[in-house]
């Protein structure tokens, strides 16, 4: 009888359920065929997927390459293009399998000899199966990780220490200190000489810039509740003395694809931890979201009251900004006055004067208990 480490031997690809319902999570492929579907094959789908077919497609390896042939009614999709019923594609490390539509529940294919030929860490490649690279940071790269046992997803910064030492420990240091369903959570931490590897909850509809631009911009509901939960997030870091400073659509991620979901703060690297009476004097962010007493160059010291975000740019250019010249769009009759009134008082030169994070969520436009009972559904349900 074949031991537990001959069978993982033989084994020459994996499958990471995304979103399945299936026993093991993670299954390994040690056989030539693999038929997946909801009745008789090898990999059972459970029939609450109604639009699964009951033999939905099969994988195959011969010598060097894997196939995957569709079988299915409805359709398979390898890295969002459709397959094709009674079509074959070659499967690669990393492709992601959907059934039904480009975007729905599946697998994540991964070769097992790319995969353990990955250039990390033993400690991070025996917890983590590293995927694809999701973006690029400011200091390094953020993968796409399995947890190996659970088929959990996560997100992994790796960061070069060197130059980026100071950011990368002010990043961490808040990190640990914060549990809140509007702030991006860490689930671990790792470090060598060499790099950082800071693994953390998987926000799949990446940021708030990318939403816009498919949706050119959020409506009116919608956009009140991505900004209470930002707002939500503010009053959070600013009760334990924490200002972002950088806060902007790049920085704000989504728990889903969908416009009405979970809206977390991240990236801390520029963040800074003070006490409340402080002032702060660093030049620190990015211009467009800049208030008047940073860009200024008469001004030395700035507050919390920096920490304010908008979707679009109310001013032309650091000129504007300092003067406090707004271009204010002239609101739709579907606008509310109330919110327009709310924007206008953020956008007060004067941060002494300017509304504060407790103000902001008493005011009137934001006094909207469907929104608010919305936002307690979605953090029950999208919550890690």
Not at 121 to 140: C, E, H, T
Not at 152 to 169: C, D, G, L, Q, V
Request: hydrophobic fraction near 40%; aromatic fraction near 10%.
């Amino acid at each position: 009888m074949e031991s537990a480490k001959q069978k993982t031997k033989n084994i020459w690809g994996i499958l990471y359920t995304v979103d399945l319902d299936i026993i093991p999570k993670v299954i390994g492929l040690m056989k030539d065929v693999y038929t997946v579907g909801r009745d008789g094959c090898d990999i059972l789908v459970p029939y609450d997927h109604a639009d699964v077919s009951r033999k939905h497609f099969t994988i195959t390896k011969r010598e060097s390459l894997v196939y995957l042939e569709d079988s299915s009614t409805f359709g398979t999709f390898i890295n969002g293009a459709r397959s094709g019923k009674g079509k074959k594609a070659t499967l690669k490390h990393n492709d992601r399998i959907s059934f039904v539509r480009p975007e729905y529940k599946g697998f994540v294919y991964m070769d097992k000899s790319q995969r353990d030929a990955m250039n990390f860490p033993k400690d991070i490649k025996g917890k983590y199966a590293i995927s694809r690279v999701l973006g690029k940071g400011a200091f390094g790269l953020v993968h796409l990780v399995f947890e190996r046992k659970t088929s959990r997803r996560f997100a992994m910064k790796a960061i070069k220490k060197m130059a980026n030492t100071k950011y990368i420990e002010t990043e961490v240091k808040i990190l640990r200190e914060l549990d809140h369903p509007c702030v991006v959570h860490m689930e671990v931490l790792q470090e060598n000489d060499r790099m950082v590897y800071i693994v953390l909850e998987l926000m799949e509809g990446g940021d708030l810039l990318g939403m816009l631009t498919p949706y050119n911009k959020l409506n009116e509901s919608t956009s009140k509740l991505m900004f209470y939960q930002v707002v939500l997030a503010v009053q959070y870091l600013h009760q334990r003395a924490i200002t972002h400073r950088d806060l902007k659509p790049q920085n704000i991620l989504l728990a889903s694809r969908k416009p009405e979901t979970l809206y977390k703060v991240a990236d801390f690297g520029v963040s800074k931890n003070e006490d409340d009476q402080s002032v702060l004097k660093t030049y620190i962010g990015t211009p467009h979201f800049m208030a008047p007493e940073i860009l200024s160059q008469a001004t030395l010291t700035y507050t919390k009251q920096v920490d304010v975000l908008f979707s679009s740019f109310p001013f032309r250019d650091a000129g504007s900004v300092v003067k406090g010249d707004c271009v204010f769009p002239e609101a739709k009759k579907s606008v509310l006055s109330s919110a327009v009134e709310l924007i206008t008082a953020l956008l007060v030169k004067n941060p002494e004067k300017r509304l504060k994070v407790d103000d902001i969520l008493d005011h009137p436009w934001l006094m909207d208990d469907e929104m608010k009972s919305k936002f307690l559904f979605l953090k029950d349900t999208l919550t890690r």
